[in-house]
C-alpha cells in the first residue's frame, strides 16, 4: 500500500496543482491532508464530497486508471498468495507421504520421530521434545496425525524442536537454583534449630525443668507458717532441710536469681528447661507484691492507728502460700508431662516474650534480640516514610 501511495502521489498532485488556471477545484483543507497521507483510500472515500461540475473531465480518467492499476496489484498480490500457500500445501503433502511410511493416510509418533532423524540425519533427538511437538500438531488427541493437522515442514518442526528443548534446559535450570536455594534455606533452618534446643523434652529434661521452682518455694515458704507449723511428715521435713541449707548460703536469694537468669539464656537447654527458668523468675518476683501488702499491713497501718486482727493477717499469709503452691503444682505437673505451663495470667505472657525462637536468629546465626529488631522494624518504617514524603 506505501508503494502504491508514492506511485499515485505524484499523479495526484499533478492532477490537482496542474489543471488549467480557467478551471477551479474546491477541497477543505482536511481533506487534502487526508489525501496526501493515503490517496487511494481517502479518495474512494470522499470523492462524492467534491463538486462534480468543478473536477475536469481529464482528471476523471486518471483518477479511474488510478483505480484499475490498485486493482491489479491487488489481484496480482492475491495471486502470488494463493501460488505461495498450493506450493506450501504442495511441499506439506510431499512431506507427509514421506513420513506416512505406512501408508494408511496418518502419521503416529513413531513414524514422525523416525521421519525426523532421516530428514535431519541424525540420532540423537530430544524425545521429550518430539512428544511435546506430536501433542501440539495432534490437535483432535486420537494420538494420530492427518493430513490437516500436518502443518509444519521439517525445517519448521525442527526449529520448534529446538525452541522446546531451550525452554526445558531454561526450565531446569530454575528448578536447580530453586533446588539449591531450598536446599540452603533448610540447611540455615535446621543450623538454626540444632543452635536454638526446640526439639521435644526428654525425660530428664521434663524433671530438670521441675527443679527451678524451689527458688520461688524457698521465698515462700515465709507466708506458710502457720499452716507447716507442727507438721511433721517427711515431704515438710524435706523441704525444712532444703530451706535451711538455702538460708546458710549468703545471700542466696541474689545467687540463685543470677543463677536462674543465666542459664535461662542459654540456647543450648531444651526450651521447656529454660521456660521454667524463665517462669520461676517471674513467679519469685510476684511473690514481692503480697510480701509488700504484708508489711503496709503490719507495720504502716499501726503507725496510722489502725490495726488489722490477727487473724486476718494470718489467713492472708496462707492464702498467699496456697496460691503459690497452686501455682507451683500447675507448673511441676504440665513440665512432666511435657507441656509449657503457660496458663499462668500476666506471668506466662511475660516469659512468652522474653523466650528467643527461631526468627530471632539472622542467617549466620547471629542471635538479634526481639526489642532490637523492633527498634531496627521502627527505622526502617520511618525511613521509608521520609521517602514517602519526599
Known amino acids: ?49 467534491f463538486s462534480l461540475r468543478s473536477i475536469p473531465t481529464d482528471d476523471d480518467g486518471e483518477v479511474a486508471a488510478i483505480l484499475a492499476q490498485a486493482a491489479k496489484l491487488r489481484a496480482e498480490a492475491a495471486s502470488i498468495e494463493a501460488a505461495f500457500a498450493a506450493e506450501k500445501a504442495a511441499k506439506l503433502a510431499a512431506a507427509f507421504t514421506k513420513f506416512d511410511v505406512d501408508g494408511d493416510g496418518v502419521i503416529t509418533y513413531s513414524e514422525l520421530i523416525t521421519g525426523l532423524k532421516k ?78 534446643n526446640d526439639a521435644p523434652p526428654s525425660q530428664t529434661e521434663k524433671l530438670l525443668s521441675t527443679l527451678p521452682y524451689l527458688f520461688p518455694l524457698m521465698d515462700g515458704l515465709q507466708y506458710g507458717r502457720f499452716l507447716l507449723q507442727g507438721e511433721d511428715n517427711v515431704l515438710v521435713n524435706a523441704i525444712a532441710l532444703v530451706y535451711v541449707v538455702y538460708r546458710q548460703i549468703p545471700f542466696s536469694g541474689f545467687v540463685a536469681f543470677f543463677a536462674l537468669n543465666f542459664l535461662a539464656g542459654n540456647p543450648k537447654l531444651n526450651r521447656l528447661v529454660r521456660w521454667n527458668l524463665q517462669q520461676a ?71 512468652g516474650d522474653r523466650m528467643p525462637t527461631i526468627d530471632m536468629f539472622d542467617d549466620e546465626g547471629r542471635f538479634i534480640p526481639r526489642q532490637m529488631r523492633e527498634r531496627e522494624g521502627d527505622d526502617e518504617g520511618g525511613d521509608n516514610d521520609k521517602d514517602e514524603k519526599k
Open 119 to 196: 530428514n535431519l540425519k541424525t540420532e540423537d533427538l530430544d524425545e521429550s521434545a518430539v512428544r511435546r511437538l506430536f501433542g501440539e500438531l495432534d490437535s483432535d488427541g486420537n494420538n494420530v496425525l492427518d493430513v490437516a493437522e500436518f502443518k509444519m515442514g521439517v525445517s519448521e518442526m525442527a526449529t520448534r524442536i529446538d525452541s522446546y528443548i531451550r525452554e526445558e534446559r531454561q526450565a531446569k535450570i530454575e528448578a536447580e537454583k530453586e533446588a539449591k536455594l531450598a536446599k540452603e534455606k533448610a540447611d540455615k533452618a535446621l543450623a538454626k534449630l540444632e543452635f536454638l
Open 281 to 351: 523468675i517471674f513467679v519469685d518476683i510476684a511473690l514481692i507484691f503480697p510480701g509488700l501488702l504484708s508489711g503496709i499491713a503490719r507495720a504502716g497501718l499501726p503507725a496510722i492507728g489502725v490495726t488489722l486482727p490477727a487473724a486476718f493477717m494470718e489467713t492472708f499469709d496462707d492464702a498467699t502460700f496456697v496460691a503459690l503452691l497452686g501455682v507451683l503444682g500447675y507448673c511441676v505437673v504440665s513440665s512432666l508431662l511435657g507441656r509449657e505451663p503457660g496458663g499462668i495470667p500476666f506471668v506466662s505472657k511475660a516469659v
Open 1 to 49: 500500500m506505501k508503494l502504491i501511495s508514492l506511485i499515485l502521489l505524484p499523479s495526484l498532485t499533478t492532477a490537482f496543482h496542474l489543471s488549467p488556471p480557467s478551471r477551479t477545484f474546491f477541497a477543505p483543507r482536511s481533506t487534502l491532508k487526508s489525501i496526501s497521507a493515503n490517496p487511494l483510500s481517502a479518495l474512494a472515500q470522499r470523492r462524492t464530497s
